[in-house]
């Protein structure tokens, strides 16, 4: 679970940081002179690309064994006893790390969250005097004014002011700023992700500013700097609010002010480039991922196979054990799946379900990664990882919360001709050479 959990977040770091370099390229040569309203929507790119390698994909075929063992075969001799690699606790330990960030960051925005939402009047719902209006709420949206908001600004200032307010509500910005926090939040340990986040929100406003003053004459510019600059330099930009002072610099704002007044055609052309963008990485992605899973998941034609002795020893808290000895045969680096069943195994008890793959190193070096679980239904007992030879035995315990203990024994011995593709319930009815006999599920 830990390894698939660090490689679902390694995925999904790399997709975030891809995805915002491409939207960064797009906005650079295309997006920005089309619109401010497609630059802003071209950031859907990111949360769509991560969607889309997260998405399942189409089971693919993987040798699968299935053996019923009634059989109890003698204890081996002892063999040198293989150290687990040290790479699940490493993944464990950054999982932790990542999990405590997480808590840490999301704490830190609800905080803000509040303390912004605390400068408001509780009676006349105002926020105080010096600030720009703002909307409040993700369900609920309602836009709160600054007790000043009358004296400070002229009746063109207030009114657009409050038309920029009103993109916001009906856009449901605010929506989409928590779906950027929770990606902040969730990927806190990515400078890109933190760039991204505060590039969202500058967008976002002044994707605002273009759908105000493209419905203005020339003239609304002059007064909407002028509103601009009497609110810079107060500091309210709470995670879960759209307020009107952006964290974008004010020079910038107004210069990209200047290039809002486009014509009605290039704003459709930049909204359908930023579509067409959001649907090719959605797709792309998906695609890119079925072909990564396909590619893992494919043993190469001229893969060996590897003929692996397992024997199984369960300890209960008394002093009975339960023995049973296997022998797989599977290719490299695909998966193999031995399911034992009480009623044919005298002592096991519950069901047991080991899960493997043999993968090689090099000619004399294997990877064993296995998956151990036990009970009714299944329940994972642990994923040790072997380090061993070519026909030397490695032995790993995994400890259960009932106190029993489960010992496996891995002998691994790779065969010099590939596995002939056959039907896997017809080759786990055929007893390989020297093993027990054994009956398919």
Same mark, same amino acid.
């Given at each position: 679970?830990?390894?698939?959990? +660090?490689?679902?977040?390694?995925l999904?770091t790399?997709?975030?940081?891809?995805?915002?370099?491409?939207?960064?390229?797009?906005? $650079?040569?295309?997006?920005?002179?089309?619109?401010?309203?497609?630059?802003?929507?071209?950031?859907?790119?990111?949360?769509?690309?991560?969607?889309?390698?997260?998405?399942?994909?189409?089971?693919?075929?993987? =040798?699968?064994?299935?053996?019923?063992?009634?059989?109890?075969?003698? $204890?081996?001799?002892?063999?040198?006893?293989?150290?687990?690699?040290?790479?699940?606790? =490493?993944?464990?330990?950054?999982?932790?790390?990542?999990?405590?960030?997480?808590?840490?960051?999301?704490?830190?925005?609800?905080?803000?969250?509040?303390?912004?939402?605390?400068?408001?009047?509780?009676?006349?719902?105002?926020?105080?005097?010096?600030?720009?209006?703002?909307?409040?709420?993700? =369900?609920?949206?309602?836009?709160?004014?600054?007790?000043?908001?009358? +004296?400070?600004?002229?009746? &063109?200032?207030?009114?657009l002011?409050?038309?920029?307010?009103?993109?916001?509500?009906?856009?449901?910005?605010?929506?989409?700023?928590l779906?950027?926090?929770?990606?902040?939040?969730?990927?806190?340990?990515?400078?890109?992700?933190?760039? $991204?986040?505060?590039?969202?929100?500058?967008?976002?406003?002044?994707?605002?500013?273009?759908?105000?003053?493209?419905?203005?004459?020339?003239?609304?510019?002059?007064?909407?700097?002028?509103?601009?600059?009497?609110?810079?330099?107060?500091?309210?930009?709470?995670?879960?609010?759209?307020?009107w002072? +952006?964290?974008?610099?004010?020079?910038?704002r107004?210069?990209?002010?200047?290039?809002?007044?486009?014509?009605?055609?290039r704003?459709?052309?930049?909204?359908?480039?930023?579509?067409?963008?959001?649907?090719?990485?959605?797709f792309?992605?998906?695609a890119?991922?079925?072909?990564a899973?396909?590619?893992?998941?494919?043993?190469?034609?001229?893969?060996?196979?590897?003929?692996?002795?397992?024997?199984?020893?369960?300890?209960?808290?008394?002093? %009975?054990?339960?023995?049973?000895?296997?022998?797989?045969?599977?290719?490299?680096?695909?998966?193999?799946?031995l399911?034992l069943?009480?009623?044919s195994?005298?002592?096991?008890?519950?069901?047991?379900?080991?899960?493997?793959?043999? %993968?090689r190193?090099?000619?004399?070096?294997?990877?064993? &990664?296995?998956?151990?679980?036990?009970? +009714?239904? =299944?329940?994972?007992?642990?994923?040790?990882?072997?380090?061993?030879?070519?026909?030397?035995?490695?032995?790993?315990?995994?400890?259960?919360?009932?106190?029993?203990?489960?010992?496996?024994?891995?002998?691994?011995?790779?065969?010099?001709s590939?596995?002939?593709?056959? &039907?896997?319930?017809?080759?786990?009815?055929?007893?390989?050479?020297?093993?027990?006999?054994?009956?398919?599920?």
């Amino acid at each position: 679970m830990v390894e698939h959990l +660090s490689h679902a977040l390694l995925l999904q770091t790399l997709t975030l940081s891809l995805a915002t370099l491409v939207v960064r390229a797009l906005q $650079a040569t295309l997006l920005r002179r089309l619109g401010a309203a497609s630059a802003y929507l071209g950031w859907l790119l990111v949360p769509v690309a991560m969607l889309a390698v997260a998405l399942p994909h189409p089971a693919i075929d993987a =040798l699968v064994i299935r053996v019923d063992v009634a059989a109890i075969a003698p $204890a081996w001799a002892a063999g040198p006893v293989a150290s687990i690699d040290t790479t699940h606790a =490493l993944e464990l330990a950054a999982i932790a790390a990542w999990l405590a960030g997480v808590w840490l960051f999301a704490a830190t925005m609800l905080h803000r969250q509040r303390r912004f939402e605390a400068l408001i009047d509780d009676v006349a719902q105002r926020l105080p005097a010096g600030a720009g209006p703002a909307v409040l709420g993700v =369900l609920k949206r309602r836009i709160v004014l600054p007790r000043d908001f009358d +004296s400070a600004f002229d009746a &063109d200032e207030r009114r657009l002011m409050l038309l920029h307010e009103g993109v916001h509500l009906r856009r449901a910005d605010n929506a989409w700023n928590l779906l950027a926090t929770a990606l902040l939040v969730l990927h806190w340990f990515n400078p890109i992700a933190w760039w $991204a986040w505060r590039r969202v929100r500058a967008d976002q406003e002044m994707s605002c500013d273009a759908a105000v003053l493209r419905e203005e004459s020339p003239g609304a510019l002059a007064v909407y700097a002028g509103a601009l600059l009497k609110v810079q330099g107060v500091a309210l930009t709470p995670p879960l609010a759209t307020a009107w002072q +952006s964290i974008h610099p004010f020079v910038e704002r107004v210069r990209m002010l200047q290039r809002h007044r486009i014509s009605s055609t290039r704003h459709r052309a930049g909204l359908r480039v930023a579509a067409l963008s959001i649907l090719v990485a959605g797709f792309g992605g998906y695609a890119l991922q079925a072909g990564a899973s396909a590619t893992a998941a494919a043993a190469p034609a001229d893969a060996k196979s590897v003929m692996t002795d397992i024997q199984v020893v369960v300890a209960g808290s008394s002093t %009975s054990t339960t023995t049973v000895a296997l022998q797989v045969l599977a290719r490299a680096g695909e998966l193999a799946t031995l399911r034992l069943d009480p009623k044919s195994v005298k002592g096991l008890g519950e069901p047991l379900q080991i899960a493997y793959t043999a %993968s090689r190193l090099d000619d004399e070096h294997l990877q064993i &990664d296995t998956t151990l679980s036990w009970g +009714s239904p =299944l329940a994972l007992l642990g994923s040790p990882r072997l380090i061993t030879q070519n026909g030397v035995a490695s032995t790993v315990h995994v400890k259960a919360i009932d106190g029993r203990v489960f010992t496996l024994t891995f002998v691994p011995k790779p065969v010099a001709s590939p596995l002939v593709a056959t &039907d896997s319930a017809a080759d786990a009815r055929k007893p390989q050479a020297g093993a027990p006999p054994q009956r398919a599920l």
